[in-house]
């Protein structure tokens, strides 16, 4: 699902993109961080929770989307279009 909700780094995702299950096979994302939300302490003490989600971001979308870590799975950098974000596309593809 969408998600208007900030995020921190995830050094743990250092490839360019992945797949997300959901979204079928033809699709590849950028992990942007783990997401966070705020809580009822947030006000005071200014910090929010990971939710356990990752932000990730569509490759030629703007969209933001919580998603389950478990559905997640990193792509080869050949193995998508950097240009529309698809894969099988060879439009702007780096060897
Ligand atoms: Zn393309």
Not at 19 to 24: E, I, L, Q, R, S
Not at 39 to 46: A, C, Q, R, V
Request: some cysteine; glycine content about 10%; overall charge negative.
């Amino acid at each position: 699902m969408t998600t208007q909700n900030n995020y921190e780094s995830a050094s743990e995702y250092q490839a360019d993109a992945y797949t997300v299950d959901n979204w079928g096979k033809g699709i590849a994302f950028s992990v942007l961080g783990w997401e966070t939300a705020p809580d009822s302490d947030t006000e005071w003490s200014g910090c929010e929770n990971r939710t356990g989600n990752l932000v990730m971001r569509m490759i030629g979308d703007d969209q933001k989307f919580s998603v389950d870590p478990g559905d997640v799975t990193e792509l080869a950098p050949k193995d998508f279009c950097r240009e529309c974000g698809q894969i099988g596309c060879t439009h702007n593809v780096y060897e």
